[in-house]
């Protein structure tokens, strides 16, 4: 069964940092690009960044650009998204979603459940 | 950065009627990279069509896509209990990747 688990979400400060992980079981995690997207809760989606499968590519929204670093570790497959300076715009449940193809232009196939981050002081 | 927008914002319709969502790009979408996405309350989005037209894995063809460039449509027919939900497009042929809005179908 392919099955994408996050983790590491919580309270946070803003200005501080927190690094998100995803779990990756049931396929070959190097074989496909993988992507953050968030979603306040009530409220629409939004894709935050995405990396190709060698990790050779990744691109961000222009809300994160310059603040998020998205990385991957495909001998452990896990995606992890490091968070600095965060704001409380960024407040939302964070999925971790597998791309379609190698390459980072791919919709996204499979899902996780998210992890919750709240930046608050 | 392609702004999708969608419309309408809210569809109310019956079950057995039949839907018609329309998701309109700010500038052409490269490739006709477009994906459609299903969310059910509490629960995380699910692939329902992704290149404007192709079903993911296990979708019935009840959903089908159309469109190119910066005009895309996604019809539901015979709509069924589940299919009440929010639907949101996706462009993925220029970084980023943005969504739309969503259109939520509702039990008339």
């Known amino acids: 069964e392919v099955r994408l688990v996050e983790s590491g979400g919580g309270l946070v400060q803003p200005g501080r940092s927190l690094r998100l992980s995803c779990a990756a079981f049931?396929?070959?995690?190097?074989?496909?690009?993988m992507h953050w997207v968030r979603q306040v809760p009530g409220k629409g989606l939004e894709w935050v960044s995405g990396?190709?499968?060698?990790?050779?590519?990744?691109v961000y929204a222009a809300s994160v650009k310059g603040r998020f670093t998205i990385s991957r570790d495909n001998a452990k497959s896990s995606l992890y998204l490091e968070m600095n300076s965060l704001r409380v715009e960024d407040t939302a449940l964070y999925y971790c979603?597998?791309?379609?193809?190698?390459?980072?232009?791919?919709?996204?196939?499979?899902w996780g459940r998210g992890t919750l981050v709240i930046v608050s002081s | 950065e392609i702004v999708l927008t969608q419309s309408p914002g809210t569809l109310s319709l019956s079950p057995g009627e039949s839907a018609t969502l329309s998701c309109r790009a700010s500038?052409?979408?490269?490739?006709?990279?477009l994906a459609w996405y299903q969310q059910t309350p509490g629960q995380a989005p699910r692939l329902l069509m992704y290149?404007?037209?192709s079903r993911a894995p296990g979708i019935p063809d009840r959903f089908s896509g159309s469109g190119s460039r910066t005009d895309f449509t996604l019809a539901i027919s015979r709509l069924e209990p589940g299919d009440f939900a929010v639907y949101y497009c996706?462009?993925?042929?220029?970084?980023?990747?943005?969504f739309g809005q969503g259109t939520r179908l509702e039990i008339k």
């Open positions: 979603a597998k791309g379609m193809a190698f390459d980072s232009r791919g919709s996204c196939d499979t």
């Open positions: 049931g396929f070959t995690f190097d074989d496909y690009a």
């Open positions: 990396i190709n499968w060698n990790s050779g590519d990744t």
């Open positions: 500038q052409s979408v490269a490739s006709n990279y």
């Open positions: 290149s404007a037209s």
């Open positions: 996706q462009q993925y042929g220029t970084s980023p990747f943005s």
